[in-house]
């Protein structure tokens, strides 16, 4: 129950905020919602941050992110090759909103567990009973920080990586990224498919260029040999 109205005048802290903007504060309950208080942190992927606030830019994102950040509102750790680490600084020895708990009704975001909040009514959805797998795709800027444009869950890209190999695999993604902000591949809606094709298409070519630099080689070092 303690933690529960502790996260309850975070919230409403962030809500409350004067220094923050509407985008501001929309980005800063986005990291809220992901926090997992065992580690003191949230984690989601930037291409998830990106879907859930609409921001389609790198720059734009990375403005707000500095804003927070400045404001002292959040604290970013990066790690080359990781997700970043988020941790949100809140005060909340101040008044939090009257907000009549006992009514509220909370609505989802999407690709969020939510977590019921004690006393809170929620009202069950009747309609669209059917569930619809959310598909998280993963950063893939450990490939090369140009990558924007192919998207990937980690299920994907591991099948991919276990059946061509890692850097054969990277180099295929990195092409098709490029394909398409030449805008010669926006007709691909499915990018695993494709780059299944792609790869299954320059695997063989790739195994005979593999094998010419091999032979030449070994005739460069068996002439060497004999001289």
Sequence with gaps: ?????????????????????????????????YINYK??????????IKKL???????TLDNLF?????KGFLIRESG??????????????NEPSSINITSAKIEPIVGAV?????????????????????????DLAFIDDVIDKVKLTQE??????????????????????????NGKGTKYKDHYRALNTWCNKNKDQHSYQSNIKTTTTTKQYKKFEFD
């Design 1 to 33: 129950m303690a933690d529960e109205k502790k996260r309850w005048e975070e919230f409403n802290f962030i809500i409350d905020a004067q220094d923050l903007d509407i985008k501001e504060k929309g980005l800063l309950l986005i990291i809220f919602r």
């Design 39 to 48: 580690t003191g942190y949230a984690d989601p992927s930037r291409t998830l």
């Design 53 to 59: 606030t609409g921001i389609k830019h790198n720059n």
């Design 66 to 70: 500095d804003s927070l950040i400045n």
């Design 80 to 93: 080359k090759g990781k997700r970043s680490k988020y941790f949100i600084k809140v005060d909340i020895k």
């Design 114 to 138: 939510i977590e019921p909040i004690v006393g809170a009514k929620v009202e069950p959805q009747k309609e669209n009973k059917k569930k619809i797998k959310e598909n998280i795709y993963i």
């Design 156 to 181: 994907q890209y591991n099948k991919l990586v276990d059946k061509f190999g890692n850097k054969f695999v990277n180099n295929q993604i990195l092409a098709l990224d490029n394909y398409i902000a």
